[in-house]
């Protein structure tokens, strides 16, 4: 049976390690890249991921450059909706599958609930399926915790906690989360949306709207965290009165103004207590804990990887 031939959209550093570790499977064939940033389009894949085994096909600076035929496209170009849904519509004019990491795609349907309808007919009128995945969003606060809560008979609320320790992540989201900044930086990025996680409220509304809990999903709160003392760890040090993280506060309240859902998230530079927890109070009452956590940048890759793999079969429309 022939491999499902994968082209992916966008190169930032998850993109790349898709593409590497599309390289390395034995069911997935990599032939293609678009990624317009000056540091990569034009240059060979196999530059750009300095291995021979990548084709000696150019980066394109567009969709519409692109030659090689794929099967299903690995889009991991946008966090935000709004700019993924015309990436991806654009993608479903080529009527290709599409395996998206955009964190806000797994709450369309209520957030936008007229683009996200009319985007899910683009797919069905392609005969293809648009599949969200991903990590937070897309598994360890919405999809997982509402798999969990299937097996109770009921449940009266629900709670779920993860903390990240991104010393051991990517530097790129050491700079998200503000890793090092002054307090005042803090301020002026959080007042221009500049900092901080993409997607929490988005799993929160996921999680509320695949429970039996009728609740309304308030509005994302975030802090900073900062060090009391002088932090060092891998090589990089983190001075005492600095920034060290974020932290990420969501509730869903019922009628009566009781929290029903609740979502926590920190992200911080050296996270004394690392790990991932769903506490369900309800009929049974469960309490789920990944010691040390899900690792958030290899287990997206997973997840996409899972896509490509199920997407060329999967039904059409926005799933």
Do not use: Y
Not at 53 to 65: F, G
């Amino acid at each position: 049976m022939r491999r499902p031939r994968v082209l992916i959209l966008g190169l930032g550093p998850i993109g790349r390690a898709v593409a590497s570790a599309v390289l390395d499977s034995e069911d997935l064939h990599l032939v293609a890249a678009v990624d317009p940033a000056p540091e990569f389009a034009g240059r060979t894949l196999a530059d750009v991921l300095a291995d021979d085994r990548a084709p000696r096909q150019r980066v394109a600076a567009s969709l519409a450059e692109v030659r090689p035929r794929a099967d299903v496209v690995a889009h991991l170009a946008a966090s935000r909706f709004p700019t993924a849904e015309k990436q991806i519509r654009d993608v479903l004019s080529r009527r290709l599958p599409v395996v998206s990491t955009c964190e806000e795609l797994i709450a369309a349907r209520w957030r936008w609930p007229a683009r996200a309808r009319a985007l899910d007919r683009a797919a069905r009128d392609a005969a293809v399926p648009v599949l969200a995945v991903g990590v937070n969003p897309g598994f360890a606060m919405d999809v997982l915790p509402a798999a969990v809560a299937n097996v109770c008979v009921t449940v009266s609320s629900i709670e779920v906690l993860r903390r990240v320790d991104t010393s051991r992540r990517r530097r790129a989201l050491q700079d998200k989360t503000g890793v090092g900044i002054t307090s005042a930086e803090f301020r002026r990025r959080h007042r221009e949306s500049a900092i901080g996680h993409v997607g929490l409220r988005d799993s929160l509304i996921f999680l509320v709207n695949h429970l039996p809990l009728r609740a309304e999903v308030g509005e994302e709160r975030i802090s900073p965290i900062v060090a009391k003392e002088t932090v060092r760890r891998r090589g990089r040090e983190i001075a005492a009165g600095h920034i060290l993280g974020v932290r990420h506060r969501v509730d869903a309240r019922d009628a009566s103004g009781r929290v029903v859902a609740k979502v926590r998230l920190e992200m911080q530079f050296g996270h004394p207590d690392p790990g991932d927890e769903i506490r369900i109070a309800g009929d049974p009452p469960l309490h789920l804990k990944f010691a040390a956590g899900i690792p958030g940048d290899r287990a997206t890759v997973g997840s996409v990887l899972t896509g490509l793999r199920w997407a060329p079969n999967a039904s059409p429309g926005l799933g």
